[in-house]
């Protein structure tokens, strides 16, 4: 471990080779504090010090649990390990965590602390005990087992291009190639295989809604919806600003996102752009190939983020000397990515199913992001602390994606390819934000409608889909897989609601991104020191701490649309 770079935060409360294996081995240290007089501020914050040390020793072996079996959803033991955690030693703790949050929060000596250190994190503590009650224990410990049977389910997932066997992320990569035919037929067979598992992930998604219904309903609360944005301390925006997002989206995106499409169209030379043309490139031009395995990957991002600021740089290769990249794609192992944090030795995990693609490198560099985030933050003198924003936490992430285009020469030698890369990333901005509003307004839907049947989900779902689809598109054809086309993210499975952040972070992102072009040094610090805050300050803080605007207005939306088309213009150009 590269310990002149990042430090283990130390146990003073724990012993050293203290492992999590049982409730046994924990119960003893909870009814310490449990049962520990309070009488002064110093007391009290010796308490808190402690709690949160057992907090971040339980948390990072959770965490290297649910890694391990990501990394391999056939090893049955690993599978075995994280469940036997889920199921047997979370349910423990879940009550008497509550019984401390009630401890800290009714205590007088509470009343003394800083109210500026510790606002924040005391409006966490207040919130969880809004949200806890004893019949939700078992349910939410049956919810972690099964959101993670989706990542099961479609790491199996493989077809055949080709005569040879491709994970269905490896396979996207032929949807660039400038064969129409193969890229059409690979999009079948990518829907085909999709569909096989439609039923199994169905039926699953329904266990998940019902589950998370009555989560609610135990709590309080008339649906889900209402329980998750209090959950994720939405504290700082409504569903009315989800929604207004949404129409913002529809009146000042789509328009932007229209004009690509039929840029798109005639750069192909095509009569009508069909779904397996979106990422293909123009006959005569090859797919962009920056890399060709992981390692090669993870050392041109390194490479990338020394030029841009050392420290970044530095944070990845201690991951690498500390084996926590997990980066290429392969059979059995879960879909998507994710920069996992470690909370007590502070370095995280990053993972995700690199294929060689332009993908991979956004990817890279937005997980990248996070991690930073994770050291910055790390220091912190509570776990609580770190706990920031999740729109801030992807703040950190896609600013980064922009910070580094300058850079992505060590991806791209030769200049062409380069504007390419770059043209291709701005585009995926706007492009993205149709995706995002589409994700979000369907779990709106799905959340104020429990009990809905399967048709009514799929109705609602190709009504909505359509209302962020250009008109430039056609989709003739493709509407049976199109109707579950929701099952491919995986966010509706594992971590619901969570898809708006996208959206709120990357029109913070591109304000960074505005700062960064009229000063790169002003903008870096004021990253830097946004990220080192961790979770002390609100959302809308944070922002101001980033020289940012916390704004969904579609004015604000528009001038930012405009500002990204502006340089994509001088980029083409």
Same mark, same amino acid.
């Given at each position: 471990?590269?310990?002149?770079?990042?430090?283990?935060?130390?146990?003073?409360?724990?012993?050293?080779?203290?492992?999590?294996?049982?409730?046994?081995?924990?119960?003893?240290?909870?009814?310490?504090?449990?049962?520990?007089?309070?009488?002064?501020?110093?007391?009290?914050?010796?308490?808190?010090?402690?709690?949160?040390?057992?907090?971040?020793?339980?948390?990072?072996?959770?965490?290297?649990?649910?890694?391990?079996?990501?990394?391999?959803?056939?090893?049955?033991?690993?599978?075995?390990?994280?469940?036997?955690?889920?199921?047997?030693?979370?349910?423990?703790?879940?009550?008497?965590?509550?019984?401390?949050?009630?401890?800290?929060?009714?205590?007088?000596?509470? +009343? %003394? =602390?800083?109210? &500026?250190?510790? /606002? *924040?994190?005391? #409006?966490?503590? @207040?919130?969880?005990?809004?949200?806890?009650?004893?019949?939700?224990?078992?349910?939410?410990?049956?919810?972690?087992?099964?959101?993670?049977?989706?990542?099961?389910?479609?790491?199996?997932?493989?077809?055949?291009?080709?005569?040879?066997?491709?994970?269905?992320?490896?396979?996207?990569?032929?949807?660039?190639?400038?064969?129409?035919?193969?890229?059409?037929?690979?999009?079948?067979?990518?829907?085909?295989?999709?569909?096989?598992?439609?039923?199994?992930?169905?039926?699953?998604?329904?266990?998940?809604?019902?589950?998370? +219904? %009555? =989560?609610?309903? &135990?709590?309080? /609360? *008339?649906?889900? #919806?209402?329980? @998750?944005?209090?959950?994720?301390?939405?504290?700082?925006?409504?569903?009315?600003?989800?929604?207004?997002?949404?129409?913002?989206?529809?009146?000042?995106?789509?328009?932007?996102?229209?004009?690509?499409?039929?840029?798109?169209?005639?750069?192909?030379?095509?009569?009508?752009?069909?779904?397996?043309?979106?990422?293909?490139?123009?006959?005569?031009?090859?797919?962009?190939?920056?890399?060709?395995?992981?390692?090669?990957?993870?050392?041109?991002?390194?490479?990338?983020?020394?030029?841009?600021?050392?420290?970044?740089?530095?944070?990845?290769?201690?991951?690498?000397?500390?084996?926590?990249?997990?980066?290429?794609? @392969?059979?059995?192992?879960?879909?998507?990515?994710?920069?996992?944090?470690?909370?007590?030795?502070?370095?995280?995990?990053?993972?995700?199913?690199?294929?060689?693609?332009?993908?991979?490198?956004?990817?890279?560099?937005?997980?990248?992001?996070?991690?930073?985030?994770?050291?910055?933050?790390?220091?912190?003198?509570?776990?609580?602390?770190?706990?920031?924003?999740?729109?801030?936490?992807?703040?950190?992430?896609?600013?980064?994606?922009?910070?580094?285009?300058?850079?992505?020469?060590?991806?791209?030698?030769?200049?062409?390819?380069?504007?390419?890369?770059?043209?291709?990333?701005?585009?995926?901005?706007?492009?993205?934000?149709?995706?995002?509003?589409?994700?979000?307004?369907?779990?709106?839907?799905?959340?104020?409608?429990?009990?809905?049947?399967?048709?009514?989900?799929?109705?609602?779902?190709?009504?909505?889909?359509?209302?962020?689809?250009?008109?430039?598109?056609?989709?003739?054809?493709?509407?049976?897989?199109?109707?579950?086309?929701?099952?491919?993210?995986?966010?509706?499975?594992?971590?619901?609601?969570?898809?708006?952040?996208?959206?709120?972070?990357?029109?913070?992102?591109?304000?960074?991104w505005q700062q960064y072009q009229k000063n790169p040094k002003e903008a870096l610090d004021h990253y830097r020191t946004a990220l080192q805050a961790g979770g002390t300050r609100t959302l809308p803080e944070l922002f101001k701490l980033a020289?940012?605007?916390?704004?969904?207005?579609?004015?604000?939306?528009?001038?930012?649309?405009?500002?990204?088309?502006?340089?994509?213009?001088?980029?083409?150009?």
């Amino acid at each position: 471990m590269s310990t002149s770079f990042i430090k283990k935060t130390p146990r003073n409360y724990l012993p050293e080779s203290f492992t999590v294996d049982s409730w046994e081995t924990l119960a003893p240290y909870f009814e310490e504090l449990e049962s520990r007089p309070l009488s002064t501020v110093l007391e009290l914050e010796k308490w808190l010090k402690d709690a949160s040390e057992l907090e971040a020793v339980i948390s990072e072996e959770a965490s290297w649990r649910q890694i391990r079996m990501t990394c391999d959803t056939e090893d049955p033991a690993l599978t075995s390990s994280f469940e036997f955690f889920m199921k047997k030693i979370q349910p423990m703790i879940q009550p008497v965590a509550d019984r401390l949050n009630r401890k800290l929060i009714d205590s007088p000596i509470t +009343q %003394q =602390l800083d109210t &500026n250190k510790y /606002f *924040t994190y005391l #409006r966490n503590i @207040r919130k969880n005990i809004e949200l806890f009650h004893e019949s939700n224990v078992p349910i939410q410990s049956e919810l972690n087992v099964a959101q993670q049977e989706y990542g099961i389910i479609a790491g199996k997932m493989s077809i055949e291009v080709n005569g040879q066997e491709y994970t269905l992320q490896q396979a996207s990569k032929f949807l660039e190639d400038p064969d129409q035919s193969l890229r059409e037929s690979v999009y079948h067979k990518i829907a085909a295989r999709r569909a096989q598992d439609r039923d199994k992930l169905e039926t699953l998604f329904e266990l998940l809604l019902d589950k998370r +219904q %009555q =989560l609610a309903i &135990n709590a309080g /609360f *008339t649906d889900y #919806r209402a329980y @998750r944005f209090a959950e994720l301390g939405r504290f700082d925006y409504t569903p009315k600003d989800c929604e207004l997002f949404h129409e913002a989206v529809r009146e000042q995106v789509m328009p932007l996102v229209n004009e690509l499409l039929e840029a798109k169209r005639k750069e192909l030379g095509v009569d009508r752009l069909r779904p397996w043309d979106l990422e293909a490139e123009p006959i005569g031009t090859k797919p962009l190939r920056p890399f060709e395995k992981g390692n090669e990957l993870i050392d041109k991002t390194i490479r990338c983020l020394e030029k841009l600021d050392p420290y970044f740089s530095n944070c990845i290769s201690t991951m690498l000397e500390m084996g926590r990249l997990d980066v290429e794609s @392969r059979k059995g192992k879960a879909p998507g990515g994710y920069n996992c944090p470690l909370a007590e030795t502070g370095a995280p995990f990053i993972f995700m199913n690199a294929a060689g693609t332009l993908d991979d490198i956004t990817t890279m560099v937005h997980e990248s992001g996070h991690a930073v985030h994770s050291f910055l933050s790390h220091p912190l003198e509570l776990n609580g602390f770190k706990e920031y924003p999740t729109e801030m936490a992807e703040v950190a992430s896609m600013s980064m994606e922009f910070f580094t285009m300058d850079h992505w020469d060590n991806f791209f030698s030769d200049a062409a390819e380069l504007k390419r890369a770059k043209q291709q990333q701005l585009e995926r901005v706007i492009i993205l934000f149709p995706w995002i509003a589409t994700i979000d307004a369907f779990q709106h839907w799905l959340y104020l409608n429990p009990g809905h049947s399967r048709s009514d989900r799929e109705t609602a779902w190709v009504r909505i889909l359509r209302d962020y689809t250009s008109p430039v598109l056609d989709i003739s054809g493709t509407e049976t897989y199109r109707s579950f086309l929701w099952q491919r993210q995986l966010h509706l499975f594992e971590v619901p609601f969570y898809y708006i952040e996208y959206g709120i972070a990357q029109l913070g992102a591109i304000g960074m991104w505005q700062q960064y072009q009229k000063n790169p040094k002003e903008a870096l610090d004021h990253y830097r020191t946004a990220l080192q805050a961790g979770g002390t300050r609100t959302l809308p803080e944070l922002f101001k701490l980033a020289g940012l605007k916390f704004d969904l207005s579609p004015d604000h939306i528009g001038n930012l649309m405009r500002f990204v088309k502006a340089e994509l213009e001088k980029i083409s150009h």
